[in-house]
T-cell receptor
Framework: AQSVTQLGSHVSVSEGALVLLRCNYSSSVPPYLFWYVQYPNQGLQLLLKYTSAATLVKGINGFEAEFKKSETSFHLTKPSAHMSDAAEYFCAVTLGGASKIIFGSGTRLSIRP | NAGVTQTPKFRVLKTGQSMTLLCAQDMNHEYMYWYRQDPGMGLRLIHYSVGEGTTAKGEVPDGYNVSRLKKQNFLLGLESAAPSQTSVYFC??????????????FGPGTRLTVT
């Protein structure tokens, strides 16, 4: 069975600093991986997704993630944090043809002025 | 195109009361899902449906029932609410699994408090 682990329930960075949110997955076959963002009092929105086309995936709002099979990781990065990036971020995994997505427990990102 | 909508947005119930949460999508999606979100636990799947007239249990189905009588609607019912069901409930929908590019589209959520 597949699963995801997000390291760090809360990450705080200064405005303009690098954002790094960690996600490790467990899957016996090549997975599909997602990052979703949830702004306060809203539903989840897709940031980006990996479906085996390219290991470096670019998403919305300047975020990107790199699929590293050897490390079973799919970390989310952004070179320069903006105040508007403050939100909760969820990593998720599924298998091709599966009807369900498994979500991680989430990482809350705070931005310091 | 409204996407995924949920009603109501907020609700307070007393223990033992019943209610139904409605989810509607206008994207002609085959799959629909109900999740609950609790602090520190991410999203947990309650029930899901892979097409009109079908439903299946997810990770935490106890205390909930669902129905998918129409393709665009997915109802979540609580027959006898308990304080442990205090949570934020999200509905989502997606295309069928024949496309590898499928993703889930989420509604805005329903905040339920059971006293």
């Amino acid at each position: 069975a597949q699963s995801v682990t997000q390291l760090g329930s809360h990450v705080s960075v200064s405005e303009g600093a690098l954002v790094l949110l960690r996600c490790n997955y467990s899957s016996s076959v090549p997975p599909y991986l997602f990052w979703y963002v949830q702004y306060p009092n809203q539903g989840l929105q897709l940031l980006l997704k990996y479906t085996s086309a390219a290991t470096l995936v670019k998403g919305i709002n300047g975020f990107e993630a790199e699929f590293k099979k050897s490390e079973t990781s799919f970390h989310l990065t952004k070179p320069s944090a903006h105040m508007s990036d403050a939100a909760e971020y969820f990593c998720a995994v599924t298998l091709g043809g599966a009807s369900k997505i498994i979500f991680g427990s989430g990482t809350r990102l705070s931005i310091r002025p | 195109n409204a996407g995924v909508t949920q009603t109501p947005k907020f609700r307070v119930l007393k223990t033992g009361q019943s209610m139904t949460l409605l989810c509607a999508q206008d994207m002609n999606h085959e799959y629909m899902y109900w999740y609950r979100q609790d602090p520190g636990m991410g999203l947990r799947l309650i029930h899901y449906s892979v097409g009109e007239g079908t439903t299946a249990k997810g990770e935490v189905p106890d205390g909930y029932n669902v129905s998918r009588l129409k393709k665009q609607n997915f109802l979540l019912g609580l027959e006898s609410a308990a304080p442990s069901q205090t949570s934020v409930y999200f509905c989502a929908s997606s295309l069928d699994r024949s496309t590898i590019l499928y993703e889930q589209y989420f509604g805005p959520g329903t905040r339920l408090t059971v006293t």
